[in-house]
């Protein structure tokens, strides 16, 4: 037996407050005039013995009335038997799970509510021996703190939702992280708990990883809504990447129902720029619709637009922001190698979209390749380390690659381009059986070029080519085929955005540049090779977006949309400044939007932001899958709950000691009860 206040112990010296009543009232004496003494000494003697175990029996009584009242006080409690041999504090860690899907309606309201409702309860029943720890997506140290009852109540009000999505992996490592931490501060904890409030989503629970000495027993509480529906914007495209002043575009936007009911003649509002339409679009059951609207880009500079739709569930999913660059030029480097022919500079000057710029191999440095959207190996034969790495560095900035080999191309310095950029790798030189055959029409390379299927073009003649060789690190397409089935031209599929031709220029080896289909396929790599900054980024997560210089170094960056104000993180690679929205502080203060970037009073650009989409799914695990997700990583898991018509948290059954001051209670009431029985019945 243990006491929570046995300081209030002290108390039971008010039983000797009765007890020197009883002793004074045990030595008052009365005269009595009476004619016999003898017959009066017999009864006194009787009444007195009578007198004195009423007196004794209401003493004992109203005693332990004050006994089990100073009990009760005092909180006797019995310790868990796994408890009993041990010493330190109770630990009650809470998650709650904050995220974007919790703003859906449940039976009593907001499931985010509910959740804060259903932990100040949890805590309300806990013993008050008990320290808490409150757990929210942010995982931060501000967590790692333990709380009184009154502390957790007063943090619990401050929490808001957010758009940071925590894996169930990422909780149960916290959580077990932050005990080996505590612990290793020699803080004695004698038993932990972790009570896991959640709607559980497919997408976002995830799989974790297996615990070997997991220590705390964990209760998982799923939060479910009414309705299990959601609609949203799932993305956004363009019909083709060049964005080009009066040139024709088309918005791609794809919308998806999560519900189980059809929805029709869905309000879908698109604005870009200065253009504001509505379109309309009907979206089956659990399935998806794309909608299009087809404008004209009539402005220079930086377009900002949005799409949104209304829905009753989640409201972050509703809208999709997005930005892009209507750009003056294009431009291009042309690098001339031995074998170099002027046919290149020629295709490209037909369009004044583009602006060219040509350079001998042995003079290319890396400030030439700044501000370049595409760059051409024209017809040379040796490839040099230094070249390599330059070329490396200006794909992996989203450069875009045009490879023609020379007419005496050393092999060995060619294929250690080609193996970085994931191509395949140039062998023997083939000189027979080189007819172009197939052209690769499905391919979204060639989407919008060709007006129907074409079936007689003139193709190149091809007198020699070279027997491209992939490997299973080659990540390529064939564009162009020979009859034998070999590759004649091939487009990069990985990250790097590059193109290789099996054939040289030179005259000696086909007859590619004066074909109608040399024009065709170099413009149509311009268009693709256009350098576009990102539509957006999402919110928190990693990505970064390139600004101008501001004329001002020493000025922060700032981005800007209505009241928020928001000092992004600035970094510089190479010549150019990028700006990233990642991490904690970008989620607790900004918001998806269109933002302008300014620095000093002077814009820099704009920036579009979005929330992440891993929530709109919004599937959930059954209880049974729940239990195998936790129980398959070795943690120790109750039973789980659902709140539906949830009233409190009486429906958890918290491990915590054997209290008895209600039965303190109990018996003093009794005892009270007894005494008073007494009194009346001796009277009458």
Not at 611 to 635: C, D, K, P
Not at 641 to 646: D, I, M, N, V, Y
Request: glycine share 6%.
């Amino acid at each position: 037996m243990k006491w929570v206040y046995p300081e209030f112990l002290f108390a039971l010296a008010v039983i000797l407050i009765p007890l020197l009543i009883h002793l004074f009232h045990f030595k008052r004496y009365k005269t009595v005039f009476f004619s016999s003494l003898t017959f009066l000494k017999s009864v006194e003697q009787n009444q007195k013995n009578t007198r004195k175990l009423k007196y004794w029996l209401i003493f004992t009584a109203r005693a332990l009335t004050f006994s089990f009242l100073v009990f009760a006080f005092a909180q006797p409690f019995i310790p868990l038997k796994e408890e009993s041999n041990k010493s330190g504090i109770n630990v009650i860690g809470i998650y709650i799970d904050n995220s974007f899907s919790m703003t859906r309606i449940g039976v009593t309201g907001e499931l985010f509510s509910q959740s804060r409702e259903l932990a100040k309860s949890i805590v309300q029943d806990a013993p008050r021996t008990a320290q808490f720890v409150l757990l929210t997506n942010e995982l931060s140290g501000s967590e790692k703190q333990t709380l009184t009852k009154a502390q957790f109540l007063e943090k619990i009000e401050k929490i808001k939702p957010t758009s940071l999505v925590r894996k169930a992996a990422d909780v149960t490592n916290w959580w077990e992280q932050w005990l080996v931490d505590n612990k290793s501060n020699d803080l004695r904890i004698a038993s932990s708990q972790l009570i896991y409030l959640s709607d559980f989503q497919q997408s976002t629970t995830g799989v974790l990883p297996k615990y070997k000495n997991w220590e705390t027993l964990l209760y998982p509480v799923k939060l479910e809504p009414v309705n299990n529906g959601n609609l949203y914007v799932d993305s956004i495209w363009f019909a083709t990447p060049v964005q080009k002043k009066e040139a024709k575009q088309t918005l791609y936007v794809r919308l998806r129902n999560e519900g189980e009911t059809a929805v029709n003649t869905v309000d879908v509002n698109i604005r870009i720029g200065k253009i504001d339409r509505d379109v309309f679009a009907d979206i089956p059951s659990n399935g998806s619709d794309t909608v299009e609207l087809s404008y004209f880009n009539n402005e220079l500079g930086k377009i900002q637009g949005s799409v949104k739709v209304n829905d009753r569930q989640m409201n972050m999913d509703d809208s999709y922001f997005f930005s892009y660059d209507v750009r003056k030029q294009s431009n291009v480097l042309i690098i001339d190698g031995e074998s170099s022919v002027s046919n290149i500079d020629v295709v490209y000057g037909l369009d004044d979209f583009y602006k060219t710029t040509s350079v001998q191999q042995n003079q290319l440095t890396e400030t030439q390749l700044q501000d370049k959207d595409l760059v051409v190996i024209n017809g040379c034969n040796q490839i040099s380390a230094n070249t390599t790495d330059l070329l490396l560095e200006f794909a992996n900035d989203g450069g875009s690659l045009l490879l023609f080999p020379g007419a005496n191309t050393s092999v060995g310095g060619w294929n250690g381009l080609l193996s970085r950029l994931k191509l395949p790798a140039f062998s023997q030189l083939q000189e027979k059986a080189l007819t172009v055959r197939k052209i690769n029409t499905k391919d979204p390379f060639f989407d919008g070029v060709f007006e129907r299927k074409p079936e007689q073009l003139n193709l190149p003649a091809v007198k020699k080519a070279y027997r491209l060789q992939s490997n299973s690190a080659s990540e390529s397409i064939d564009l162009l085929t020979f009859q034998s089935g070999n590759s004649f031209f091939v487009r990069g599929t990985g990250k790097f955005n590059a193109y290789l031709s099996a054939t040289s220029l030179d005259q000696t080896y086909s007859s590619f540049t004066s074909n109608q289909l040399f024009s065709t396929l170099l413009l149509r790599i311009g268009e693709l090779s256009q350098r576009q900054a990102p539509y957006y980024l999402i919110i928190g997560e990693d990505g970064s977006y390139p600004i101008g210089q501001p004329s001002n170094a020493e000025q922060a960056v700032h981005l800007k949309k209505g009241d928020i104000d928001f000092i992004p993180t600035v970094f510089k690679k190479r010549q150019s400044n990028f700006i990233s929205v990642q991490g904690l502080e970008a989620v607790r203060q900004m918001e998806s939007g269109n933002y302008s970037v300014v620095s000093g009073g002077e814009k820099l650009g704009a920036l579009s932001i979005n929330y992440n989409r891993s929530e709109s799914r919004i599937q959930s695990l059954n209880e049974s899958e729940i239990m195998s997700t936790f129980e398959n990583a070795g943690i120790k898991t109750m039973d789980v709950r659902s709140t539906s018509g949830w009233t409190g948290a009486s429906f958890l059954q918290l491990d915590q000691p054997i209290t008895y001051w209600k039965w303190c209670v109990i018996f003093a009431l009794l005892f009270l009860l007894t005494e008073m029985i007494i009194v009346y019945f001796w009277k009458h």
